[in-house]
DNA sequence: CAAAAACATAAAAACGTTTGCATTTACCTG
DNA sequence: CAGGTAAATGCAAACGTTTTTATGTTTTTG
């Protein structure tokens, strides 16, 4: 590989001079200059990165830790991270941990061998003392899509609001034996999302009802199977209801399917509302009702938050940015 | 930071000695590999990767270099890359190029830096001398999903025959005014499933018409757009048909509801066939027959293949990898 | 025109590792 | 128990940069 010296020999200056020419960091003549440049193009010379970063202690790299890219509401964060990532300069580091804590303990301990001046994580579970340790450690690190239960910088949405609106919805349009999902109670979005379901009911005087709560804190890959199953299980007991409350888009997908197989219809007989807005959410049929996640936003806007975390070491309290989340009505629900 | 000198001073030896206690690159009594680990534990002292890198030329890290993360067919290849690549011990870098040939060789020269060992690459156009220049300089790097006009290492599907097997479903099953909704010519892969489509018909006798070939060579991020469009544009022509083969599930999934737009069903009236088999085809309505391609396993292929041309520099000629991709007939086929 | 000031460049140290070589220590063997 | 061998460890160089310090070369100015 060809290095600076080599280009120093090329031009007939020293390595320093030729550091400084490219950098700008000190006086060179313009004469010089030119002549590095032309050595530079010459042989082709592209700067170590690694010896780049040893000396400055920064790689200007980050890391995107999530549950799994092929959950379909992640590409769209991803992207968002690189998207400004890019614009900043830095470049991503993709892990996915399949909801394993110690996978994710394993990439952090990976990343943080120095060579990622900052991480970006969507938590696999609720133990995350490690997140904690290394927030304490004051490394830069930003929380999103699912919050924890320590103050952290984060960007997340509203899950308690945005359930609490959906359910509403769902009353003021008629609906009152309101079956719900309910998604992993480990996780504290669902915890949030089941939260303002019942606060919703309570709200508008309906009681919270156990036989209408179905789901499981199962974590298959089959994202769909927890709707499916959960609302085939209410059917095969006898339990009337007219809408379903899917805490995720891919469970309301299951859920339409269990209502389709047992004959009745969508919306006609039982409307299903969902939740994310995947981007085929529109695509299926009928057109699912959802509540909206600014997923790019998230990735973006956590990425805006990092970098001045990497930058300013100075130590700022934690903040959480609350993203808004939206309503949106297609033909799933009447 | 703490460094190996740290730890070599708390556990009272040389920083060599440390460095191969860590390694095992060296013999170093029991004892004192217990004091260095006592001393890396108490000091939670973690190898500065950069140096590790500098010194040893390699960085354990790929990059993974495709159009958009966002298009439905990449996270699975992701995670096929991803899992492999952890497996070897290496990370992944992701990069997004949006189908610009500019940004993929900015992204090249970034990643080049010589911080990655090697990439893996689903090449954004036909122009791709710059990929040509990088397998000349035998730089490690491995092509996938979408073929290239010149020998290389790469990991593929044979898009030509699977075209013309699922054409020649829907002829052995009656159909005979088969449109085809025909990809991005600019690009080899569509131009071989173009290529399948037409033979198939022709190898049954059945004459290519100019008015059932549809759809643009745009790259609208709004992928269904392009079937959408093509079949509206038929209809609008009062051209008949009874059958659709689109290039891609998503090119399908427009054509599908095109179909339906215009009251007629799918598949009594007219059938589709897709290409992927995406997660979410067999969710839609109907259940979309397509063509599989085994995008999990491409990654992973992807990856055994471009670790040994990291390890060993030895050259060798560059080999084609042709993954079998499958038929799978759902319901949007009668 | 000489001395000071400003500018341009070179030399050397540093970043944190690994490793070849030299040295010390421990262990055998005759 | 001396001498030889093997095992364990330390020293120093090297990886490719950047930056501080030192040196040499202009330019300015009284």
Redesign the pocket.
Known sequence: ?????DV?KKA?????????A??G?????E???KKVLDAVKLLD????F???G????KTKTIGLIIPNIRNPIYPAVARGVEDAAKKFGYTVILCNTDEDVDTEKEYIQKLQKRWVDGIIIAPASNENEHIVKLQNENFPIVVIVRNVDFLSNAVIIDNYRAAYDAVSYLIRTGHRRIAIVKGNQQLALYRERFRGYKQALLDAGIPVVEELIAGDDSDSVQWTLDGYNAINCLFSQNIEFDAVFATTDLRAIGAIRAIKDHGYKVPEDISVIGFDNLEFSSLIDPPLSTVSQPLYDIGMRAVNKLIPLIDNKTVTEPTIEIMLSELIIRKSTK
């Open positions: 590989m060809v290095t600076i010296k120093a007939g200056v020293s390595p320093s001079t030729v550091s400084r490219l950098s960091n000190g006086p060179v003549k004469s010089t200059r010379y592209r700067p170590n690694l010896a780049q040893l000396k400055e202690g």
